[in-house]
Structures are given as C-alpha cells and as structure tokens.
C-alpha cells in the first residue's frame, strides 16, 4: 500500500480515538454492567520505552505508566494472586507488580536476555526462558527469589508449564531442539497476599525451595522451535517449527500409577508421536479451550492450518490474510480472532462453519492479542503504532473498532487481570 494511503488510514483511526476518548474514558452504557468495584486491568510491556503500560478495562483509559527494567518482553498474570510478572530482556530481571494497587513491589534477578514467563496453575512457581544463558530459571513466587536454574538447549525461547505442573516444555529455538523436563506439582504454603495484606512476608530464611527441574527428554529435529501449546489433560506438547513448515507432537510422560500407565507402561516416558506439515513459517499456536484443535498462524504462507490433536491430524490449510501472527479463540469454541501483521486488521473465522466472517481494522502491525475477561472487549497491541486496538466482540453492526489506547514504544506482550470486589 502506497505510504500516502497508510498515513491517510492512521490519521482516520487516531480522529477515531480522539472522538471515542473522553476525559474520564469511553462511555460504557452499551457494555455488560460490572458489580459496584470490579476493576480490570490490560498490562503491555513496551520495550523501547523499558515501560509497562497499565490499561482501566472498565473505563476505557489509560491508568497509568510503570517504570520496569530495559526492553520488557513477555508477560503473564499470577491466577491465584493479584500480581503481574514482566520479564525485562536486557536487564536480566523480572518485575513484580500488585495489580490491586498497580505499583512496582519487587524485582527478581533471573539470567541473560529472557523472553518469556509461564506461571503454574497454583500460582506458586514462574518458569523463564533465558534465551542468552541456554537455561531456564525457577522462581519461587510466594518469597519473589529464583530457587533453581537448570541448562537447556540453545537460546530457548519459550518455557510453558503443564495445567497438572508436573512437566515443562521448553523450545530452543537455535538448536531446533524441545527439552522436557520434571517438575514437582506446588501448592503454595503461604496465604493469599492480597487475602491477609497485613500478613508480614515470610522471610527467605523460612522459604522451603523445591527440587530442581530434572531433565526428563530432549528432542531435536525442529527449525527454528518457538510456540508451544499443551492439552488441558496435560498429556500432550505441540511445537511450532518456525524455521520450516512443521509442527512436532510429543506425547507427555503420564504420572507414575496414574490410569494411563497402568493401561499402557511405555506411557510414563516421552515420546515423539508424529511431525505435521503446516504452512512456511508457523509462529503461533492457538489451542481451543476444549482442547480438541489448534490453529497454527502460518506467517509466511498467510494462512492458518487446523489441528485434530486427538488423531494428530492436519484438517486444512486456509488462506486468512497477510502475514498472521497470533490466533486466540472464544470460551465457546467456536470462533477464531486472527492478528494479520502485513495488512493491520484481525481476521475473524468460524470453526463452526469453516470459513472467513469478516475482518476488523486495527493499528499498525496487530501482534499479540488478548480477550476481556467476560469477552465482550479483543485487545490487540499495534505494534508499529505503538497502540492498543479495542475491538468490540459483540454489537448491533458485529465486531468493530471500538476505541485506541495508547501504549509506549515497540509493545509486545499483553496480560489481562480482573479484580473482584471484596464481599
């Protein structure tokens, strides 16, 4: 598109913004209401700004602006406590924030140029990925201190946790390799924080640190590995192999005892099951909440290719729209909402029916997206423009644009956290 068209469609969207941004945030008359101090917050790491932009999903605004540590990358949200976690790439450092008062608490020390965070589903233990020291460190979250640190692959990139916490699969994206590893299941000994926020935090003396992660499996053969998805059921791993067309599928070791190794005994080792052809490029996985399929963003092919993870089995390959970057699908799954990177606009698709809707325009270069927590709101951050598009979910017209807000420079990474009122 001729630079004078791209300037002509930025100063559009910024009027847009302008005209549906009031001084105390967007009127939301037509939205869902919100029990009385509800409060719900977007969190955007920045990382030419070393800032983490602090969104009002309530209101509509912006709340405020974090200082962090340099190039702020990944980010995720605890599910058990009121904390987010930025990882800060060439600081070597990890960020604590308390959403409930939206400040800076504490900052962890981790290891050279981590990328990404993956918290377990007790809210106890975060896992990052240091890409520039091939390992992975383990951070106890109750004390906010790193209890392990293990080697891994080159540059890993990605290290995601199983829901049942007993395996974590890590991508190492040079070595075209996935590392397997062991972990212990952690329930956290500790009161919630913002339950009993006049509880003194223990002191490192008191923390028990867990074992280590013991190397359980590796497995090569994958360019360029990044994404990673895994089952509900925590019993298989999908793999993106950026460097190529395929994705690898691992099936995870099954717990000792459990029913699946009593039926089957080679099911408490790892094992490769098969490599699916994909699209040129496959950067993203979006998993369906029933676990049923994945929709892999073929970047380069500008397509999506649909997963059967019960048979292993690629489905299709579908032309979506320029260069897709990253999926997310509703609770219900039946919708797929696609960030087109090379053509600013989000590409919404029907599983139910197998086909293109339609399409919403956003900012310059959508990347990563997230829902509002009742899903009536898609954000998506622009990543050249430096914004965040608010899309409306559901309306009289359909998905539209509704609103920008501003984030800070080169964002990349987003986490929604909702607070409930206290009864």
């Known amino acids: 598109m001729p630079k004078s068209r791209h300037t002509l469609r930025d100063c559009s969207l910024a009027l847009l913004c302008l005209a ?40 509509l605004r912006t709340d405020r602006t974090l200082r962090v540590g340099e190039n702020p990358t990944g980010i995720a949200a605890n599910p058990v406590h009121n904390e987010i976690y930025a990882v800060n790439t060439r600081s070597g450092t990890v960020t604590v924030i308390d959403a409930a008062s939206n400040t800076v608490v504490a900052t962890i020390g981790v290891h050279r140029q981590p990328y990404f965070i993956s918290v377990d589903s007790a809210g106890g233990r975060a896992y990052v990925a240091n890409s520039g020291s091939n390992s992975v460190s383990v951070i106890d979250l109750d004390h906010r201190r790193e209890i392990a640190v ?158 059967d993870t019960w048979n292993n089995q690629v489905l299709g390959t579908y032309m979506i729209g320029n260069k897709p970057v990253h999926g997310i699908i509703t609770r219900d799954n039946s919708t797929l909402w696609v960030a087109d990177f090379g053509s600013d606009l989000i590409s919404i698709y029907s599983i139910d029916d197998g086909r293109l809707v339609t399409t919403v325009h956003t900012g310059s270069a959508p990347d990563a997206l997230a829902f509002s927590a009742d899903e009536h709101l898609l954000l998506a951050i622009d990543a050249h423009s430096g914004d965040v598009s608010v899309i409306r979910t559901q309306g009289k017209q359909g998905a539209a644009l509704f609103t920008l807000l501003p984030a800070g420079s080169s964002p990349n990474a987003i986490a929604i956290k909702a607070i409930q009122p206290v009864r």
């Open 150 to 307: 293990v080697g891994t692959g080159e540059q890993p990139g990605l290290a995601r946790i199983s829901p049942d916490m007993r395996s974590l699969v890590v991508s190492n994206r040079k070595s075209g390799s996935v590392s397997i590893y062991s972990a212990v299941p952690y329930t956290s000994p500790l009161v919630s924080r913002q339950d009993s926020p006049e509880s003194p935090q223990s002191s490192p003396q008191e923390a028990k640190p867990g074992p280590p992660l013991k190397l359980r499996a590796a497995f090569p053969g994958c360019p360029g590995a990044t994404d990673v998805a895994i089952l509900p059921d925590s019993s298989k791993a999908f793999i993106a192999c950026s460097g190529g067309h395929q994705i690898m599928v691992i099936s995870l070791a099954a717990a000792p005892g459990s029913w699946q190794a009593r039926q089957d005994p080679a099911a408490t080792s790892d094992h490769l099951l098969t490599m699916l052809v994909v699209g040129r490029t496959p950067v993203h996985l979006a998993l369906k909440p029933d676990g049923g399929e994945i929709f892999v963003s073929n970047f380069d092919s500008d397509s999506i290719s649909e997963i």
């Open 20 to 59: 549906l941004i009031l001084p105390l945030g967007c009127r939301r008359s037509s939205f869902p209401d919100v029990p009385a101090g509800y409060r719900e917050f977007a969190y955007v790491t920045n990382g030419n700004s070393n800032t983490v932009s602090v969104l009002d999903l309530v209101n």
